[in-house]
């Protein structure tokens, strides 16, 4: 069973950055596909960016420009820079990984931005 593990969550201003790790059981270069997904109260989980063989990079329209998604396969760490956080940005953070049809989560984050 694959386990990810997230850290690097807290409390920041506004305006502040913050580096989301997730630290995965097996090489991540076998995941071919990774992702960080958050989930706002009262709201659905979304999507915010995902990185796939080749490292090929997307991201979610809010978070353009501001957030960077990357991947360390020696060491078995996914990343989610963050900066220029807002309160719309609180939200647990969520690691995702995929081999084949398998899937994989880790049990998520808490980032709040806050003054």
């Known amino acids: 069973q694959v386990q990810l593990v997230e850290s690097g969550g807290g409390l920041v201003q506004p305006g502040g950055s913050l580096r989301l790790s997730c630290t995965a059981s097996i090489s991540t270069f076998l995941m071919q596909h990774m992702a960080w997904h958050r989930q706002a109260p009262g709201k659905q989980r979304e999507l915010v960016a995902s990185i796939r063989t080749g490292h090929i990079t997307s991201y979610a329209d809010s978070v353009k420009g501001r957030f960077t998604i990357s991947k360390d396969n020696a060491k078995k760490i996914l990343y989610l820079q963050m900066n220029n956080l807002d309160a719309e940005d609180t939200a647990v953070y969520y690691c995702?990984?995929?081999?084949?049809?398998?899937?994989?989560w880790g049990q998520g984050t808490q980032v709040t931005v806050s003054s």
């Open positions: 995702n990984g995929r081999i084949g049809t398998d899937e994989f």
